[in-house]
């Protein structure tokens, strides 16, 4: 199961908290009204006022960087390896996934403790 992330805030309630802060003016609400009805602080309902302006979908902006190498394909990979052999350590892990992949597919073994450790399962060193 996938962790919700707190501080998302979904789309149709960022359409109205941007709607409801342009309006402001002419429906005589405060910000601290609409607060209250959207549950968005202060600081970010300004910041989506702003951003109803600028875009009246309120979509989301692509992310700048390097897309992500671990796709899900690698994590179930990664879980099925671990599960099936739970004294491996990490470094025979990333072998074993990284195996048969693409040079730019190909993750690290800092990568793999990581995810480890965020599904919970303990990731070994060698000894």
Not at 31 to 49: A, C, K, M, P, R
Not at 93 to 100: A, C, F, K, S
Request: with cysteine.
């Amino acid at each position: 199961m996938e962790e919700e992330r707190s501080h998302y805030i979904p789309l149709p309630l960022r359409i109205l908290a941007g709607t409801l802060m342009r309006e402001r003016n002419e429906s005589g609400k405060t910000v601290n009204q609409i607060f209250e009805q959207t549950g968005i602080s202060n600081s970010h309902l300004y910041l989506l006022e702003e951003k109803s302006y600028l875009d009246s979908e309120m979509k989301d902006l692509p992310r700048s960087g390097a897309p992500q190498k671990f796709t899900e394909h690698t994590e179930r990979r990664l879980l099925r390896a671990m599960k099936k052999d739970p004294f491996q350590t990490c470094t025979e892990i990333t072998r074993d996934l990284n195996e048969g992949m693409d040079e730019e597919e190909k993750v690290s073994v800092r990568t793999v403790r990581h995810h480890a450790n965020l599904k919970g399962l303990t990731a070994h060193r060698p000894w």
